[in-house]
């Protein structure tokens, strides 16, 4: 009697708790079916001819692998529907096979879809068919050099893959698009096929002299037969930040001159607070069937070109072999891992970049190689490089000691959340150091500031070099103060409000990244006198004042102002981001010169960071 008394009493919350877990699978299944009905309709609208519901050109390919992932919850008629569009095209007259002998580049000499038929070296196939499958082989040769696995369209012949040059199908607004065919093989989609355009001419607005239909035709092609290698990974991990991102980067793999053609960076910096992965199909606005902020995606392309800056292409291969068992940013992390750092802290390292990009291709930390040539592609297409939005509202000046209160739930004319992985800018013209308190308004958040100051480098080259980080971390509501010094040389500066939190729900068996909205208030304090350097370190931990002999040798002194007495640690990397040494040393109040062994390094450009374990900053040096 008493083991049942006690089996009863259990049985109460354990009926609850099945219950309650019940309630929110249904609900998920109920989520699931009205995002996917949402995303059926989209489809059948962009078929229909309505422009207004794939504003990018290449949302279509999105819509068909994010449909794909609901099949089997659609209605008989969406699902039946979404299977038409998925079975080959048909009534394709003729194809002709690339040198390759890897693509079928199938087209119709009449009808709605005929191609020009113009033959200049009268070999009975149409110059325009010649030309896509010679640049369809040149992606798959640099994918094939990159190691991913090459797609098919049929499973009889999977040496083979079919493309349909077919403007009807892709309607006005389309410029090209990878469906997965009708076979679906567990977490894989195989195979495909692609369809692109004749005629691109409706996309050549608002971009450079010399943009010409080839070149968009050429674009499109490596970015769709990119996303038909991602399709040969475990289409459930990849979200529209891999996706896109990783497809307009694919892009510049294959074209390198050719850097953001289609301006998609200004679309991701002009909204940094949204946060790196952001989806906008699924996030903020789950209701709208169209959402917003569609290009963002595509211009998180910087990102990868930043991990590869970096590491390598290598990396991104890495990355790609890991989502074929983990979904997106547990990949992520598991990839970064192994080179001793995280999705949150590339991420954080990127928007350090991205103030001073571009500038000098050396400094591979906070810099992209490309970074000249897109600056000079965008001077070419007479419009300006937008970074960020905010900062035409929050571009300040503060000549004297006027303190300054930023708080980000007011922020006017700009995201007001800053979301994980994202960051705030604030541009300011100074002319003296001041102390910033941080101040995050919610228990879990964890943020950083960060302050960049850096010369005139656009006017004077020869300043690309010198630029100064200082950084403090600020957790849940916790205010942290940190003070920066006036450099007169280093006059331009962004402070940067970074989120580094991360944090997923779990939804069935995957992994749902959800928001994590942060707010603060940054209180801006300047010094009272612009030449205070003297007397500053009463108002702060410690300052790296310099590194002496420059450039560096074996026997370089780090020179440093302490406000109070405290061990202090510092470590030196290389500029691809490697641990180089480390070691720590007790300072004294006022100033330090502290020596640096440096004996058997080679030339180059280093960074070297020193923090107290609250406050860090770093510095670059160079050692002939």
């Known amino acids: 009697m008493k083991l049942l008394t006690k089996l009863g009493f259990f049985a109460l919350p354990l009926l609850f708790s099945v219950s309650m877990h019940a309630k929110e699978a249904q609900l998920q299944v109920n989520a699931d079916k009205a995002h996917a009905t949402a995303i059926m309709e989209q489809i059948k609208e962009i078929r229909n001819g309505n422009d207004k519901f794939d504003p990018n050109g290449r949302e279509y390919t999105h819509l068909l692998w994010e449909a794909g992932k609901y099949k089997d919850i659609l209605s008989e008629n969406d699902a039946q529907f979404l299977s038409s569009i998925q079975a080959a095209p048909e009534g394709f007259q003729d194809y002709y096979k690339s040198e390759s002998g890897a693509f079928r580049v199938w087209f119709k000499w009449d009808g709605t879809d005929a191609v020009d038929e113009t033959d200049e070296n009268g070999n009975e196939v149409p110059d325009v068919v010649e030309d896509y499958a010679r640049w369809f082989d040149n992606a798959r040769e640099k994918y094939v050099e990159f190691g991913m696995l090459m797609p098919y369209s049929r499973s009889t012949n999977k040496d083979l893959y079919d493309v349909y040059i077919a403007d009807s199908y892709c309607q006005s607004s389309v410029l090209g698009y990878t469906s997965p065919n009708v076979t679906y093989e567990g977490q894989m989609i195989v195979p495909s096929y692609i369809v692109v355009r004749e005629d691109y001419s409706p996309f050549a607005y608002n971009k450079p002299a010399g943009y010409t239909d080839s070149s968009a035709a050429q674009i499109t092609i490596a970015h769709e037969f990119f996303h038909a290698c991602q399709m040969m990974i475990s289409y459930a991990n990849m979200n529209m930040f891999t996706l896109e991102g990783g497809a307009v980067w694919a892009e510049q793999f294959v074209y390198p001159t050719d850097t953001d053609p289609c301006n998609y960076i200004s679309g991701f910096t002009s909204n940094a607070s949204l946060g790196l992965n952001f989806n906008p199909r699924a996030e903020y606005n789950p209701g709208d069937n169209q959402g917003t902020n569609y290009v963002f995606p595509y211009g998180t392309w910087v990102y990868f070109n930043y991990l590869t800056s970096m590491y390598g292409n290598e990396i991104l291969k890495e990355l790609y072999d890991a989502l074929y068992e983990e979904t997106e940013i547990k990949a992520y992390n598991t990839t970064l891992k192994k080179y001793g750092t995280s999705f949150s802290e590339t991420a954080k390292n990127m928007y350090m970049s991205l103030p001073m990009f571009p500038n000098d291709p050396e400094q591979k930390p906070y810099y992209f190689v490309n970074g000249d040539q897109i600056r000079e592609h965008n001077n070419n297409r007479e419009y300006s490089f937008t970074f960020p939005a905010s900062t035409s509202e929050l571009q300040y000046t503060t000549q004297g000691n006027t303190p300054r209160t930023f708080e980000s739930a007011n922020f006017p004319n ?74 007169p040389e280093l ?74 007495p405290a061990m202090l ?37 280093y960074l070297i960071e020193v923090n107290n374990g609250v406050k860090s900053e770093k510095i670059n040096f160079i050692v002939k």
């Open 414 to 487: 700009i995201k007001q959340r800053l979301n994980r992985l994202a960051a705030h800018y604030y541009r300011l013209n100074t002319d003296r150091g001041a102390t910033l308190t941080i101040t995050p308004l919610k228990v879990r958040d964890s943020l950083s500031v960060i302050v960049l100051q850096y010369a005139n480098y656009r006017n004077t080259p020869s300043n690309a070099n010198k630029f100064k980080f200082t950084s403090v971390d600020a957790f849940g509501t916790t205010p942290v103060e940190m003070h920066f010094d006036y450099d």
């Open 569 to 605: 640690n510092y470590t030196v990397y290389n500029m691809q981001g490697q641990k180089i040494m480390s070691d720590s040393f007790f300072a004294q109040i006022g100033e330090n010169a502290q020596n640096l062994d440096l004996n058997g390094l080679n030339a180059g450009a």
């Open 491 to 564: 006059t331009n500066m962004y402070i940067i409000v970074y989120n580094n939190g991360v944090r997923y729900t779990v939804s069935n068996t995957d992994y749902l990244y959800s928001t994590n909205t942060a707010y603060y208030t940054l209180n801006y304090q300047p010094d009272e006198n612009s030449s205070s350097v003297e007397d500053e370190y009463t108002t702060q931990d410690f300052s790296i004042r310099n590194i002496t002999p420059m450039p560096a040798n074996e026997n370089s002194t780090l020179n440093l102002l302490v406000a109070k």
